[in-house]
């Protein structure tokens, strides 16, 4: 009697996230419904504990994983359109049906042409097949409140404009599943289970799960495979100091660093920006979003597969306090249907590992910020000393330019000449374009230091060694962008802003290089140069900048 009163008692403890959700009124703001349900599956440890003893009990084999980063299953249109996950229609806590495990097996079993499908895994016409799957529960509460925030945006066909949409979601962080599988009233031989169990394992390595797995959602692990005939690969080893990426919780005034977390999507997002800036300045704007939309996959106005898949694999370094970056080391895997999409986006990779960073502070190189004391900025290498280039002009004009520019006419001939559009004005702005509008120069530093190599960021964050000649020019009065005061020049460094419709980035662009055994240099874009403001910052540069964009016409 006492036993059960106990085991009720506990029961009557537990709130699932799907009740949470119905019963959180929230009016405008849904953040705090997504926050009650993440509180709500805190209660529900010990429902998960006798989850995963139950499909302990019932499998004949059961397959542990864990994922490294974060797993979202699609479910339904919930509160305000929200896409909430898939909650268990008698529990309410968040599960990968059996049903989607399956049909990702089958996938990869197919599409690596396994034998005895049909017979392992049955189909519609002739029923079950000899092993079956079992709904997987998490081991423990991850429900974790994510964040989407897509920067720029289709205007119809016609240009990308900037507006920041950030919207909360929900998503498993670091979630480890027990997966079950076990003979059906048709399995008799207990090696048919063995069978399938290393199917499952491949494709949650190989293929992953759940939605968004393009952008590293559900993935176990990267698998570097030689390339072959459906699907090329290619991986890049590298290294980030960063003052931090952010997902549902950016810092503020008081917490300056907030939560941060290493996001792939941040990788995914980097490259779409810069193939955008340089499909525009190559193809009409229509084009341009028909090769997006093959390569990178849509939603708009229907539903498309992309060809290519970005997968991050990564180690975080812990830093003591908060005056020292974040750094993070890892891989890059791109992996493409096409040969030649291969090499498209290897090219937007190794282009913008020379004039941005990723995620937040892209803009910019690592450094320590004033008035408001704080680091800013990111840097990031590609760790391949052959991809590292030097500010040797031919090498950019002749040997590396053009070969970005081949890539694309290799996937796409361009049918019109695009028009030399400008980003516009802090009021109306567009996407970037490298385009004959736009500018690159390389700026040499001769006494520029590494990031690697700073002990004291406070102290010498702020030195012309760290800086560089292109952050100290861009930070004098006649180009440093708006502050919250509402000081500076918005047409070049951008403005910070407060109001819902978010800060304006920078038109410009400055990334310090550190090529091996070679003369470091700071790499500046200027997007829309023609403007006058921009054009005066651009004749402030030293004297000794290389020019190598616009390319030279043949």
Not at 287 to 307: R, W
Not at 435 to 445: H, K, M, T, W
Request: proline share 8%; hydrophobic share 35%; aromatic share 10%.
């Amino acid at each position: 009697m006492i036993n059960n009163r106990n085991n009720q008692q506990r029961i009557n403890q537990i709130v699932s996230p799907l009740q949470a959700l119905n019963q959180t009124l929230f009016g405008e703001l849904y953040q705090p419904a997504l926050e009650a349900a993440v509180a709500a599956e805190e209660t529900c440890a010990r429902l998960y504990e006798q989850l995963t003893r139950k499909t302990r009990l019932i499998a004949d084999e059961v397959l542990t994983v864990k994922f490294p980063w974060r797993v979202r299953v699609g479910g339904v249109r919930g509160f305000q359109e929200i896409l909430l996950p898939v909650f268990h229609p008698v529990y309410g806590v968040p599960y990968v049906p059996s049903s989607s495990i399956k049909g990702a097996v089958k996938a990869w079993a197919r599409h690596n042409q396994q034998l005895e499908i049909d017979r392992l895994l049955g189909t519609l016409d002739n029923g079950i097949g000899c092993v079956q799957f079992l709904d997987a529960f998490p081991t423990k509460p991850c429900l974790s409140v994510d964040m989407a925030n897509p920067n720029w945006h289709w205007d119809g066909d016609r240009c990308i404009k900037y507006k920041p949409e950030p919207h909360a979601l929900l998503s498993m962080e670091q979630p480890e599943f027990a997966i079950g599988l076990a003979l059906t009233s048709r399995g008799k031989n207990p090696e048919d289970v063995q069978t399938v169990k290393a199917w499952l394992e491949q494709t949650l390595a190989v293929s992953g799960i759940g939605s968004r797995v393009s952008s590293g959602y559900g993935r176990t692990a990267l698998i570097v495979r030689r390339s072959t005939n459906d699907l090329f690969t290619k991986p890049y080893t590298f290294e980030l100091w960063t003052a931090g990426m952010y997902g549902a919780f950016a810092p503020n005034r008081d917490d300056r660093r907030g939560q941060p977390e290493f996001r792939p999507t941040a990788v995914r997002g980097m490259l779409r920006y810069w193939f955008r800036a340089l499909a525009l300045g190559i193809y009409p704007p229509n084009q341009c979003k028909t090769l997006e939309a093959k390569l990178f996959g849509t939603i708009e106005p229907s539903s498309q597969v992309g060809t290519i898949r970005i997968g991050v694999e990564w180690e975080e370094e812990e830093t003591a306090d908060r005056d020292r970056p974040y750094f993070y080391s890892g891989m890059i895997l791109l992996e493409a249907k096409q040969e030649n999409h291969l090499i498209l986006i290897q090219k937007v990779l190794e282009l913008a590992s020379h004039l941005g960073g990723i995620g937040r502070g892209s803009r910019r190189p690592l450094h320590w910020n004033h008035p408001y004391p704080g680091l800013r900025g990111c840097h990031w290498e590609l760790k391949s000393e052959k991809l590292r280039l030097s500010s040797n002009v031919t090498t950019w004009t002749t040997r590396f330019l053009p070969t970005v520019r081949n890539a694309f006419l290799a996937v796409q001939p361009s049918r019109d000449i695009p028009a030399n559009g400008n980003p516009g004005t802090p009021g109306n702005r567009n996407q970037d374009v490298l385009n004959n509008n736009a500018q690159i120069f390389l700026v040499p530093c001769e006494r520029l230091q590494h990031p690697e190599g700073i002990d004291n960021w406070p102290r010498n964050g702020t030195t012309p060694e760290i800086r560089g000649k292109a952050l100290i020019l861009l930070y004098d009065n006649r180009f440093k962008g708006v502050n919250q005061q509402g000081q500076g020049n918005a047409n070049v460094g951008g403005q910070i802003s407060n109001n819902a419709d978010g800060s304006t980035p920078s038109y410009v662009v400055i990334k310090s290089n550190f090529p091996e055994n070679k003369l470091p240099y700071q790499a500046v874009t200027i997007f829309g140069a023609n403007q006058r403001d921009r054009a005066a910052f651009a004749n402030a540069l030293p004297p000794n900048s290389i020019p190598v964009w616009p390319l030279p016409q043949n």
